[in-house]
């Protein structure tokens, strides 16, 4: 690997010592805390992540140019998993049956540990990165307009670092990295848990871009989704010359949609739903034979979940019987709410509360502050003071929402999920203004941070055998009972997207960066930083 360290993140490195002097008091304020990893072990994992400082802004850089959707990561895939065996980690591609899916594992004896995070983009969000208003690389082109481009990077920088102090050290215990492929879609974690990836895993770490810094515990408050299109066929006729001789597939959509809409106003208020019509027929004088409505089903428990599938099932097959056609259907996801584990959460907020927020600078305030100025969104500086732990006491009581599916993980195996500062507050989710910092230095240093405290929290598992069954005892004595896990699958629709990259990919492999001649991406397209004027 490329451990260089540019001028501007050079200053990191020093802070080490000064890392190491403040755990001491961090660790000793939770009363009771399981003892961990040692203050010198943590600041190794601490100059360890630091001296990957430059490694990382190329993951991040090159992830982002990548910009791959759901199912389609080929390249970002490949990219991370080659990293990981040059650092010594065995590869599994292709688990669980989805091609882009890979498992990275190293070490022995001792606990084991899994850490992940996402890889995919979304569809139609390409943006040039370091500027302040919307610009798309490609004309309606992927692009990781949720930040998932930073996740993967962090994880690694983290488990590198961690494995060098246990080799130093000579702590056993073993890691397991892996890929959320598809999160947009909420369409693989489910199968991944089905395929036994994680039947072995003592704990497992998850990381989510934010521009914040901390984690959680408990219900979380997000809804559990089911994905399934319904397909409906018809049979097609001259439209205008004998249009009874028909039965039109589109009708019954329309029948469908405009059903569940009345529905809604009898359904739990906390139940979010929607959906996009996939296929609607070939040309207006021909009676659509075929026609298919792709719907997201989500709520907050497994059973309102279930329930809402059930209605939209019944709602189809009364759509197909009032148009003369049939209908059927196909899973494409699914998401458990998610539910996050105490003693785990509290040993990573330490250490996230001992790291602290990145150094921001002049630079990266303005340039925040440009984005959101420019695009009508509130202004708030970059943050400087790390987030109070998340729990069921502070948060505000959840209505619905939005899904992850690393909820199917946290019913799994003990959980949490890391949110990491690599970008601006107020930006709008899934919309190009959440890519507009992800390949600039305010990326590059939330994933340093976030990298450190995932490390020191490795390494605390690792060496805490109390930790690791606190966190069991409350995944079995506080979590199971209050919810069991019930997900409703088929098979992982690794087809979608495929068309859309098949088209398109030709023409966005001319935006990817090229490390080996550019110190930055915004330097391989010629944006300066800060840039704060629309270009």
Same mark, same amino acid.
């Given at each position: 690997?490329?451990?260089?360290?540019?001028?501007?993140?050079?200053?990191?490195?020093?802070?080490?010592?000064?890392?190491?002097?403040?755990?001491?008091?961090?660790?000793?304020?939770?009363?009771?805390?399981?003892?961990?990893?040692?203050?010198?072990?943590?600041?190794?994992?601490?100059?360890?992540?630091?001296?990957?400082?430059?490694?990382?802004?190329?993951?991040?850089?090159?992830?982002?140019?990548?910009?791959?959707?759901?199912?389609?990561?080929?390249?970002?895939?490949?990219?991370?998993?080659?990293?990981?065996?040059?650092?010594?980690?065995?590869?599994?591609?292709?688990?669980?049956?989805?091609? @882009?899916?890979?498992? #990275?594992?190293?070490?022995?004896?001792?606990?084991?540990?899994?850490?992940?995070?996402?890889?995919?983009?979304?569809?139609?969000? =390409?943006?040039?990165?370091?500027?302040?208003?919307?610009?798309?690389?490609?004309?309606?082109?992927?692009?990781?307009?949720?930040?998932?481009?930073?996740?993967?990077?962090?994880?690694?920088?983290?488990?590198?670092?961690?494995?060098?102090?246990?080799?130093?050290?000579?702590?056993?215990?073993?890691?397991?990295?892996?890929?959320?492929? #598809?999160?947009?879609?909420?369409?693989?974690?489910?199968?991944?848990?089905?395929?036994? /990836?994680?039947?072995?895993?003592?704990?497992?770490?998850?990381?989510?871009?934010?521009?914040?810094?901390?984690?959680?515990?408990?219900?979380?408050?997000?809804?559990?989704?089911?994905?399934?299109?319904?397909?409906?066929?018809?049979?097609?006729?001259?439209? #205008?010359?004998?249009?009874?001789?028909?039965?039109?597939?589109?009708?019954?959509?329309?029948?469908?949609? @405009?059903?569940?809409?009345?529905?809604?106003?009898?359904?739990?208020?906390?139940?979010?739903?929607?959906?996009?019509?996939?296929?609607?027929?070939?040309?207006?004088?021909?009676?659509?034979?075929?026609?298919?409505?792709?719907?997201?089903?989500?709520?907050?428990?497994?059973?309102?979940?279930?329930?809402?599938?059930?209605?939209?099932?019944?709602?189809?097959?009364?759509?197909?019987?009032?148009?003369?056609?049939?209908?059927?259907?196909?899973?494409?996801?699914?998401?458990?709410?998610?539910?996050?584990?105490?003693?785990?959460?509290?040993?990573?907020?330490?250490?996230?509360?001992?790291?602290?927020?990145?150094?921001?600078?002049?630079?990266?305030?303005?340039?925040?502050?440009?984005?959101?100025?420019?695009?009508?969104?509130?202004?708030?500086?970059?943050?400087?003071?790390?987030?109070? /732990?998340?729990?069921?006491?502070?948060?505000?009581?959840?209505?619905?929402?939005?899904?992850?599916?690393?909820?199917?993980?946290?019913?799994?195996?003990?959980?949490?999920?890391?949110?990491?500062? =690599?970008?601006?507050?107020?930006?709008?989710?899934?919309?190009?203004?959440?890519?507009?910092?992800?390949?600039?230095?305010?990326?590059?240093?939330?994933?340093?941070?976030?990298?450190?405290?995932?490390?020191?929290?490795?390494?605390?598992?690792?060496?805490?055998?109390?930790?690791?069954?606190?966190?069991?005892?409350?995944?079995?004595?506080?979590?199971?009972?209050?919810?069991?896990?019930?997900?409703?699958?088929?098979?992982?629709?690794?087809?979608?997207?495929?068309?859309?990259?098949?088209?398109?990919?030709?023409?966005?492999?001319?935006?990817?960066?090229?490390?080996?001649?550019?110190?930055?991406?915004?330097?391989?397209?010629?944006?300066?930083?800060?840039?704060?004027?629309?270009?």
């Amino acid at each position: 690997m490329n451990t260089s360290i540019p001028h501007r993140l050079r200053t990191l490195a020093a802070g080490a010592s000064a890392l190491a002097l403040a755990l001491q008091p961090v660790v000793a304020q939770a009363a009771g805390a399981p003892k961990g990893a040692s203050k010198a072990q943590k600041a190794a994992a601490a100059a360890a992540v630091d001296a990957q400082a430059k490694q990382i802004q190329v993951m991040v850089d090159q992830v982002f140019s990548y910009a791959e959707p759901g199912f389609q990561e080929v390249r970002t895939s490949a990219y991370l998993a080659d990293i990981l065996e040059k650092n010594g980690f065995t590869v599994t591609r292709g688990v669980a049956g989805i091609p @882009t899916a890979f498992t #990275a594992t190293w070490g022995s004896g001792g606990p084991l540990i899994a850490l992940g995070s996402d890889i995919d983009d979304l569809l139609g969000v =390409s943006q040039v990165p370091g500027i302040p208003n919307v610009k798309p690389l490609l004309e309606g082109a992927p692009g990781h307009g949720e930040g998932h481009n930073s996740g993967m990077p962090l994880v690694i920088a983290a488990a590198i670092a961690a494995k060098q102090v246990m080799e130093k050290n000579h702590i056993p215990g073993r890691l397991m990295l892996w890929p959320g492929v #598809a999160e947009e879609l909420l369409a693989t974690k489910a199968y991944y848990v089905q395929a036994g /990836l994680f039947k072995d895993v003592d704990a497992c770490i998850f990381t989510h871009v934010s521009s914040d810094f901390t984690t959680a515990y408990g219900d979380q408050g997000q809804n559990g989704m089911v994905s399934v299109e319904y397909t409906f066929h018809g049979k097609t006729a001259h439209a #205008a010359g004998d249009p009874w001789d028909g039965h039109s597939a589109l009708d019954a959509v329309e029948i469908m949609d @405009t059903a569940w809409n009345y529905r809604r106003e009898h359904l739990p208020v906390t139940q979010r739903s929607h959906y996009v019509i996939t296929e609607g027929g070939g040309q207006p004088n021909v009676v659509p034979g075929k026609a298919s409505v792709w719907y997201y089903f989500r709520d907050r428990t497994f059973g309102a979940v279930k329930s809402l599938f059930d209605t939209g099932n019944e709602i189809s097959e009364a759509a197909a019987k009032a148009t003369g056609t049939t209908v059927e259907r196909r899973i494409l996801g699914y998401a458990a709410p998610n539910f996050g584990n105490k003693p785990l959460a509290e040993a990573a907020w330490r250490n996230i509360k001992a790291v602290g927020m990145p150094q921001w600078s002049a630079d990266d305030q303005a340039f925040a502050r440009a984005v959101q100025e420019t695009n009508q969104r509130k202004v708030e500086p970059l943050r400087n003071v790390v987030a109070d /732990l998340s729990t069921p006491e502070n948060r505000p009581k959840s209505m619905g929402g939005g899904s992850d599916d690393i909820g199917d993980i946290m019913w799994a195996v003990p959980t949490i999920t890391v949110r990491y500062p =690599s970008n601006i507050p107020n930006m709008i989710g899934h919309n190009v203004t959440s890519a507009m910092a992800m390949a600039t230095p305010i990326a590059h240093k939330g994933a340093v941070a976030g990298a450190k405290a995932v490390a020191m929290t490795v390494l605390d598992l690792m060496t805490s055998p109390k930790l690791i069954a606190d966190a069991k005892t409350y995944f079995t004595d506080v979590q199971l009972k209050t919810d069991r896990y019930a997900p409703i699958l088929e098979k992982p629709a690794i087809w979608l997207n495929k068309d859309v990259m098949e088209r398109l990919r030709p023409q966005m492999e001319k935006f990817y960066y090229d490390p080996d001649k550019y110190p930055s991406y915004l330097d391989q397209l010629g944006v300066k930083y800060p840039t704060v004027t629309p270009q």
